[in-house]
Structure formats: structure tokens, C-alpha cells
């Protein structure tokens, strides 16, 4: 599963790098000192919260598509976020398995 999100890249106060806030990801927020580590912060931040949604069940919000740099102050670029989810979702997957098989054992122990 690939997704795409918008980024709004903001500079540090102090001019040494650069902080990330996804608009479409609430408290999705990240930083790095340069603007390749940002963008490496970025695409993880954002693969993280969502893997955690899908973990709780809960609906993956819709991408915004008309983002404009004038309606976020002090941004100084927006770029999508391509998120490359089909590991986590392996790992999900897993983490799944190992428990059912866990629970199973539980029960067997109980009888």
C-alpha cells in the first residue's frame, strides 16, 4: 500500500534545519537539520502514525490536494510525502499472528 501526503516544511527559528507538520495527520510533526533529514523524518513520522491508525482500526484520513504555501506562515515549502506502507504492513501482520498463536497456547494451558 503506497499513500501520499502533503508536508508543510517550516525553518527552524534558529536557521539550522527545518521543522515537518503533516495538516492531514493531527500531531504529526517531526524535524531534521537539514532538509535530506527532514525529508527521511518526514516519510517516517508519517508511516508511523499511519501504521498506528491502521493498529487501532480507526479510517485513514483523505490527502488534502490544494495546499497552498500563503495559507501556512513562515512555510517555506510543501511537498508530498510518498509512504511506502506494505513492510508495516507485513509487520502488522506478524505482530497479529504472534498474538493469536499466543492466545491459542493460553487456552490450551487452561484445558
Known sequence: MKLVYPAIFYPYESGDGYVVEFPDLPGCITQGESIEEAFEMAADAASGWIFTSIEEGEDLPKPSSDLKISDFEDAVLINYI????DYLIVLLNIKNYLL???KKEHLRNLI
Open 82 to 85: 510518498l509512504l511506502d506502507m
Open 100 to 102: 493469536r498463536k499466543k
